[in-house]
């Protein structure tokens, strides 16, 4: 898992460790930790330590390493090596000690997702991505599944649109709705894994995206912003992934009724 970039070793197996080290130490705080929010709500101290701690880690790589993170990293700087992380993706569900939440993380060169890990706590599940080597679950090579019946429609509270994202509801009502609340990233790597056939994301910010779309595609499946474009900017808040089938379908839906809306 060490990957050279120029003299610096990026070892993406001390990232890993770090996580799975911080969601083991979560799961023991879920349900008994406060919600510190001030101008945001659902916010733990373990955000900014996660955050924190995986930042430290990237410094090591070189200074050509940015972070771009949701608590205290928030700007989205341009750099040949941008790690994008969203420290407790699901915070509020981790508040209420309620599967499913997770530690999200992607590293990007030059724009191009390299790796991603999303560990889900809760269910100790671990999934990884690598740029064409394949996405994993507990180190298990996992694809998309076939055809088109299950679909996740993820909403998030802080969503403005109600319109749209109801007519959407209404158009996929022939398929087997899950409008669960669980992390953005878990449901992400349920279409990876092939526990859900396809899903469409409305969002507050655009941090688990980058891992989330990464492990898709390497998982045999598709992800892109309402644009129809893998290359995601942090202003996108409209998601749509899935095997093959699947993508073609929503994505046309939610394309045709975006317009229209």
């Given at each position: 898992?060490n990957?050279?970039?120029?003299?610096v070793?990026?070892d993406?197996?001390?990232?890993?460790?770090?996580?799975?080290?911080?969601g083991k130490?979560l799961?023991?705080?879920?349900?008994?930790?406060k919600d510190i929010g001030?101008?945001?709500?659902?916010l733990?101290?373990?955000?900014f330590?996660?955050?924190?701690?995986l930042k430290?880690i990237?410094?090591e790589?070189?200074?050509?390493h940015?972070?771009?993170?949701?608590?205290?990293?928030?700007v989205?700087e341009k750099?040949g090596?941008?790690?994008v992380?969203?420290p407790?993706?699901?915070?509020h569900?981790?508040i209420?000690?309620?599967?499913?939440?997770a530690?999200v993380?992607?590293h990007?060169?030059?724009?191009l997702p390299q790796f991603?890990?999303v560990?889900?706590?809760s269910?100790?599940e671990?999934?990884?991505?690598?740029a064409g080597?394949g996405a994993?679950?507990?180190?298990?090579s996992i694809?998309?599944?076939?055809?088109?019946?299950?679909?996740?429609?993820?909403?998030?509270?802080a969503?403005?649109?109600?319109?749209?994202s109801?007519?959407?509801?209404?158009?996929?009502?022939?398929?087997?709705i899950?409008k669960?609340?669980?992390?953005?990233a878990v449901n992400y790597?349920?279409v990876?894994?092939?526990?859900?056939?396809?899903?469409i994301a409305?969002?507050k910010?655009?941090?688990?995206?980058?891992?989330?779309?990464l492990?898709?595609k390497?998982a045999?499946g598709?992800?892109?912003n309402i644009e129809g474009?893998n290359?995601?900017?942090?202003?996108?808040?409209i998601f749509?992934?899935?095997n093959?089938?699947?993508y073609k379908e929503l994505?046309g839906?939610?394309r045709?009724?975006?317009e229209?809306?």
């Amino acid at each position: 898992l060490n990957f050279n970039s120029k003299k610096v070793q990026v070892d993406y197996q001390k990232v890993i460790d770090f996580i799975i080290d911080s969601g083991k130490r979560l799961a023991t705080r879920a349900g008994r930790i406060k919600d510190i929010g001030v101008t945001k709500s659902n916010l733990t101290e373990e955000d900014f330590v996660i955050e924190r701690g995986l930042k430290a880690i990237i410094s090591e790589f070189g200074k050509d390493h940015v972070v771009f993170a949701e608590e205290e990293n928030d700007v989205f700087e341009k750099s040949g090596n941008l790690w994008v992380i969203d420290p407790i993706s699901g915070t509020h569900r981790f508040i209420y000690d309620k599967p499913h939440y997770a530690i999200v993380l992607a590293h990007l060169k030059n724009h191009l997702p390299q790796f991603a890990v999303v560990y889900d706590p809760s269910v100790e599940e671990l999934f990884t991505a690598f740029a064409g080597r394949g996405a994993f679950l507990n180190s298990k090579s996992i694809h998309v599944s076939r055809g088109i019946s299950k679909v996740i429609v993820r909403q998030s509270l802080a969503w403005q649109d109600p319109r749209l994202s109801d007519r959407v509801l209404e158009a996929v009502q022939n398929k087997q709705i899950d409008k669960n609340s669980h992390s953005m990233a878990v449901n992400y790597c349920a279409v990876a894994s092939g526990r859900a056939d396809g899903i469409i994301a409305f969002t507050k910010d655009a941090f688990p995206e980058f891992a989330g779309s990464l492990i898709i595609k390497e998982a045999g499946g598709k992800f892109t912003n309402i644009e129809g474009s893998n290359n995601i900017a942090p202003t996108d808040r409209i998601f749509i992934g899935g095997n093959m089938e699947s993508y073609k379908e929503l994505f046309g839906l939610v394309r045709g009724l975006a317009e229209y809306n």
